[in-house]
């Protein structure tokens, strides 16, 4: 009887050890997934930088069930509960997902915490900056003609005004892609001459839809004698001055020493095929260069002559080529700086 007592037990002994295992063992995978869960609960921001009165926007993932985690805003290195109440804050929805919070914060470098379960558990940090909008206020390039010929690629560089706009990105565009097309890369843009006729490319802002046109005219791939030909021509007919629509002093002499160096190559009878396309290539760099030479009062470059150009001349009055904040377009008479002269060119082009 005892014996049969004794197996009884050591059998209910047995049953509740395996009982006891298995509780255990449920336990120990319900910690595990705990721990796997917190580790996966993350912050991401949609940027870095977002305008004062802008919404702050975040992804998040592993948060819990309840609906009780959270994202709070604090000052960048402060660490709640200590700092207090957060600047702003919002709930966040369980499991994974996107959050919208509201921006009064004033400019300055800021911590979004993403704590758990309404307290003060942080499981990331990141960290976002709020700037003051400095919008757009115009956009000039830095060439206003552009002759090229077939099957040539230029460079347009465009200027976006001020230069601490927190939005200065472009977009270009060709009025005929077939005579010239544009590839974007940034502020600058590659021109390709696909055939000879005439084209606008143009550029436009993002922020204010400011615009600035450059007249592209495409050639034929003429013979050293042809744009020989067409350099003195262009040389004959310029006059240089101080007015609007003349040439820079000195323009002219820096051409015809070009037009000289090519006449010279073309009359040389041994002249191999890459000495004359070295010629060619010299003789369109030199009649690019005098192009850009033409002093002209349209300095925004929107096609008309107005009390804009000479604001813009007048914002940066004293400059000279070299500083910081030089502006090409403003140097009216492409003399390495911007005075009365300049002022002057262009106050006279508004009242004509």
Same mark, same amino acid.
């Not at 059998?11 to 580790?39: D, P």
């Not at 009064?104 to 704590?115: I, R, T, V």
């Not at 101080?242 to 020493?257: F, P, V």
């Not at 470059?301 to 070299?322: E, F, N, P, Y």
């Given at each position: 009887?005892?014996?049969?007592?004794?197996?009884?037990?050591?059998?209910?002994?047995?049953?509740?050890?395996s009982?006891?295992?298995?509780?255990?063992?449920?336990?120990?995978a #319900?910690?595990?997934?705990?721990? =796997?869960?917190?580790?996966?609960?993350?912050?991401?921001? %949609?940027?870095?930088?977002?305008?004062?009165?802008?919404?702050?926007?975040?992804?998040?993932?592993?948060?819990?069930?309840?609906?009780?985690?959270?994202?709070?805003?604090? !000052?960048?290195?402060?660490?709640?509960p200590?700092?207090?109440?957060?600047?702003?804050?919002?709930?966040?929805?369980?499991g994974?997902?996107?959050?919208s919070i #509201?921006?009064?914060?004033?400019?300055?470098k800021?911590?979004?915490?993403?704590?758990?379960?309404?307290?003060?558990?942080?499981? %990331?940090?990141?960290?976002?900056?709020?700037v =003051?909008?400095?919008?757009?206020?115009?956009?000039?390039? %830095?060439?206003?003609?552009?002759?090229?010929?077939?099957?040539?690629?230029?460079?347009?560089?465009?200027?976006v005004?001020?230069?601490?706009?927190?939005?200065?990105k472009?977009?270009?565009?060709?009025?005929?892609?077939?005579?010239?097309?544009?590839?974007?890369?940034?502020?600058?843009?590659?021109?390709?001459?696909?055939?000879?006729? !005439?084209?606008?490319?143009?550029?436009?802002?993002?922020?204010?839809?400011?615009?600035?046109?450059?007249?592209?005219?495409?050639?034929?791939?003429?013979?050293?004698?042809?744009?020989?030909?067409?350099?003195?021509?262009?040389?004959?007919a310029?006059?240089?001055?101080?007015?609007?629509?003349?040439?820079?002093?000195?323009?002219?002499?820096?051409?015809?020493?070009?037009?000289?160096?090519?006449?010279?190559?073309?009359?040389? #009878?041994?002249a191999?095929? =890459?000495?004359?396309?070295?010629?060619?290539?010299?003789? !369109?760099a030199?009649?690019?260069?005098?192009?850009?030479?033409?002093?002209?009062?349209?300095?925004?470059?929107?096609g008309?002559?107005?009390?804009?150009?000479?604001?813009?001349?007048s914002?940066?009055?004293?400059g000279?080529?070299?500083?910081?904040?030089?502006? =090409?377009?403003?140097?009216?008479?492409?003399?390495?700086?911007? %005075?009365?002269?300049?002022?002057?060119?262009?106050?006279?082009?508004?009242?004509?």
């Amino acid at each position: 009887m005892s014996k049969k007592r004794n197996r009884k037990m050591l059998h209910l002994i047995v049953c509740f050890a395996s009982v006891m295992m298995l509780i255990f063992n449920l336990t120990a995978a #319900s910690s595990i997934q705990a721990v =796997e869960a917190a580790g996966g609960q993350t912050l991401t921001m %949609d940027k870095l930088q977002y305008l004062k009165g802008e919404a702050i926007t975040l992804s998040y993932t592993g948060a819990g069930a309840s609906g009780s985690d959270w994202v709070g805003v604090y !000052k960048t290195g402060d660490v709640p509960p200590g700092a207090g109440v957060s600047l702003s804050w919002g709930y966040l929805k369980s499991g994974d997902g996107k959050a919208s919070i #509201s921006n009064g914060l004033a400019p300055g470098k800021y911590d979004a915490l993403f704590m758990l379960d309404d307290g003060y558990e942080i499981v %990331d940090r990141k960290t976002f900056e709020v700037v =003051e909008h400095v919008p757009v206020n115009g956009v000039t390039l %830095d060439q206003q003609n552009v002759v090229m010929t077939e099957g040539e690629t230029r460079t347009l560089t465009a200027t976006v005004t001020p230069a601490n706009a927190n939005d200065t990105k472009v977009s270009w565009v060709s009025s005929d892609p077939a005579v010239v097309s544009v590839t974007a890369t940034g502020g600058s843009a590659s021109l390709i001459g696909h055939s000879s006729g !005439k084209a606008i490319v143009t550029v436009t802002t993002a922020d204010g839809s400011f615009t600035a046109s450059t007249n592209v005219t495409v050639e034929l791939n003429l013979t050293l004698q042809s744009l020989i030909d067409s350099a003195r021509a262009k040389h004959d007919a310029a006059l240089e001055g101080n007015e609007d629509g003349l040439y820079a002093a000195g323009s002219k002499t820096q051409l015809q020493s070009a037009i000289d160096a090519a006449n010279a190559t073309a009359n040389d #009878s041994n002249a191999t095929k =890459e000495q004359v396309d070295s010629a060619k290539a010299a003789l !369109k760099a030199a009649i690019q260069e005098f192009d850009k030479q033409i002093i002209t009062a349209d300095v925004n470059g929107d096609g008309k002559r107005s009390v804009g150009d000479l604001a813009i001349v007048s914002g940066v009055h004293g400059g000279q080529q070299g500083q910081a904040n030089w502006n =090409e377009n403003a140097d009216v008479n492409h003399d390495g700086k911007v %005075d009365q002269v300049d002022l002057k060119i262009v106050a006279k082009a508004i009242l004509q």
